[in-house]
């Protein structure tokens, strides 16, 4: 178990916060409402922000001035759902993608959006190529392979399995597992990370049918602290600014949420940015909780966060606020104090 620490020189102030819409607002026919809902995962695509949903069918591509945003649209579901919350009565037949990577290519960006796993409807994985240009491509991949061999991983999956993160570093996609689950007879839930090797994720992807899913490998376990009693687990993941070297430096963030299971909300007391630096003799975790000016903390649910692009104490995180009809939020943040800097690319 690797153990996180707050550190009080480590701050983070908010500089802006901006509502995410639609430019376009809503569109009826493809059931969109106006608003990004339930931002959970953040990546950068050219110049705009990604913003993935757990409860609508669409990628926003937000402009990260206004909160403007166009969208990428994800196949329906029954009867052509594309918002799924409890009022419908739906809620169970969301899609649940809660981890976004950004990954660079010479043809252009792919996307790629990882459900939580959390159950067997949740499995399922999202690739957009050329997000927002002429030529998008997407595919929709049910990866039941995958996610078995993931639960199966039990130092992993712990209870409740419930992926929330991901980042790519060379040939390795490092999940990150949130620890909110329910306690079973044998397991507890646990934020946890594991490893896949990427170019066999890939041609898995391709034919999931034909092809053995890879094999999580590596698998670390971490406590990362409290906020006003409640215990803080992995929400997101990047790297930071985009730092590829083989011992990465990782921005996280972690919800103090008090679920009572990884399928349901809580009473969120608080939220944490931190990092995680391999770079050392061993893992270093420290992280600071978002307060007010006036040192109080927010009872702020993020669920997402990208390296800002003007310099290294820059960051953008996305709050879910948990309600349907409200708009998800993006905050500029400043990091302040000795958050550390990346290693130079090789």
């Not at 507890?188 to 890879?214: G, N």
């Amino acid at each position: 178990m690797i153990h996180a620490q707050i550190d009080p020189a480590l701050e983070v102030r908010i500089v802006r916060e901006v509502p995410l819409r639609y430019a376009d607002g809503a569109d009826v026919a493809l059931d969109r409402p106006a608003h990004v809902r339930a931002g959970s995962g953040l990546a950068w695509v050219g110049d705009r922000l990604a913003v993935v949903q757990d409860d609508a069918n669409f990628i926003a591509l937000v402009d990260p001035t206004s909160g403007l945003a166009s969208a990428v649209v994800l196949p329906a579901g029954a009867d052509g759902a594309r918002q799924f919350d409890t009022g419908r009565g739906n809620k169970k037949q969301k899609f649940d993608l809660e981890a976004l990577v950004s990954i660079g290519h010479p043809d252009g960006a792919m996307l790629l959006a990882i459900g939580s796993g959390s159950s067997k409807k949740r499995e399922r994985i999202v690739t957009v190529r050329r997000a927002g240009e002429s030529g998008e491509t997407l595919a929709l991949i049910a990866a039941p392979g995958m996610y078995e061999r993931l639960r199966e991983a039990s130092d992993f999956s712990g209870s409740d399995m419930n992926i929330e993160g991901a980042v790519l570093i060379g040939e390795v996609l490092r999940l990150f597992g949130r620890g909110n689950g329910e306690a079973t007879k044998h397991h507890v839930p646990l934020d946890a990370t594991c490893d896949l090797h990427w170019p066999s994720v890939l041609e898995y992807l391709a034919a999931p049918h034909d092809v053995a899913p890879p094999s999580p490998t590596r698998l670390r376990q971490y406590a990362l602290g409290e906020a006003d009693g409640v215990r803080l687990s992995f929400t997101d993941a990047t790297l930071a600014w985009g730092d590829h070297s083989a011992r990465p430096l990782v921005l996280y963030t972690a919800a103090a949420e008090g679920s009572p299971d990884s399928r349901r909300d809580g009473a969120v007391a608080g939220s944490a940015i931190g990092y995680l630096d391999h770079r050392g003799e061993g893992t270093v975790l420290r992280y600071a909780l978002l307060r007010d000016a006036q040192g109080v903390l927010l009872p702020l649910k993020v669920e997402g966060i990208a390296c800002g692009r003007a310099d290294q104490c820059q960051a953008y995180v996305v709050l879910d606020v948990d309600d349907p009809n409200a708009p998800s939020m993006l905050y500029e943040l400043a990091l302040e104090g000795p958050w550390p800097v990346p290693d130079a690319p090789a």
